[in-house]
């Protein structure tokens, strides 16, 4: 079975230009989240999408990050315009629905540096 | 709100040596708990994780944790380290609708 696909896996940019990262779940796989992992630190949830809705978007600063799940399959995420400490590693992960035992499984992130 | 703490950032254990990686969380139910694993440039692995069933609970590469709810605890060990765990481990928490929340991490680093 294909795991959580992601691209692309390095991005450098400079500050104020923008930026936008895709994922590719596990099939059948409904619950879709984007966390942001800063280096030193444990990931943090900015989305999640259940098919095509979203279900939790607290956490996303909506004035420079937006994302979006069309057809409740594959997402993008989009930074625009990027500051220094949105440097980072965006982590993509998929679980079967939302319930508490549902297991997370993650890709390989995309690391994002703004210089 | 439910959260874990995970101290000390970084762990140093001899190569055959037990591995013990910390964890209390803060929940007002009872919780699912997690432990996951991420290697260097990777993304993050399930090591095990515990849904109120049994607590003792093991998982993938010879690691188990102990739930003890009266501790507040969920500490993940190994009775003999190897290299390949070399690696930084994350405990998190499930939420409502199963998100997840993270502790800082420890980085694990084996010693020869």
């Known amino acids: 079975e294909a795991g959580v696909a992601q691209s692309p896996r390095y991005k450098i940019i400079e500050k104020r230009q923008s930026v936008a990262f895709w994922c590719n779940p596990i099939?059948?796989?409904?619950?879709l989240y984007w966390y942001q992992q800063i280096l030193g630190q444990g990931p943090k949830l900015l989305i999640q999408f259940q098919n095509n809705g979203v279900v939790d978007d607290s956490q996303l600063p909506k004035d420079r990050f937006s994302a979006e799940r069309l057809k409740g399959v594959d997402s993008t995420l989009k930074i625009q315009p990027a500051k220094l400490e949105d440097s980072a590693v965006y982590l993509c992960?998929?679980?079967?629905?939302?319930?508490?035992?549902?297991?997370?499984?993650f890709g390989p992130g995309t690391r994002l540096t703004v210089l | 709100a439910q959260s874990v703490t995970q101290l000390g950032s970084h762990v140093s254990v001899s190569e055959g040596a037990l591995v013990l990686l910390r964890c209390n969380y803060s929940?007002?139910?009872?919780?699912?708990l997690f432990w996951y694993v991420q290697y260097p440039n990777q993304g993050l692995q399930l090591l095990l994780k515990?849904?109120?069933?049994?607590?003792l609970v093991k998982g993938i590469n010879g690691f188990e944790a102990e739930f003890k709810k009266s501790e507040t605890s969920f500490h993940l060990t190994k009775p003999s380290a190897h290299m390949s765990d070399a690696a930084e481990y994350f405990c998190?928490?499930?939420?409502?609708?199963?998100?997840?929340?993270f502790g800082k991490g420890n980085q694990v680093v084996v010693i020869p």
């Open positions: 998190a928490v499930s939420r409502e609708n199963n998100r997840l929340a």
């Open positions: 515990y849904t109120s069933a049994a607590t």
């Open positions: 099939s059948g796989h409904a619950t």
């Open positions: 992960a998929s679980s079967l629905a939302a319930r508490g035992t549902d297991t997370q499984y």
């Open positions: 929940s007002s139910v009872p919780p699912y």
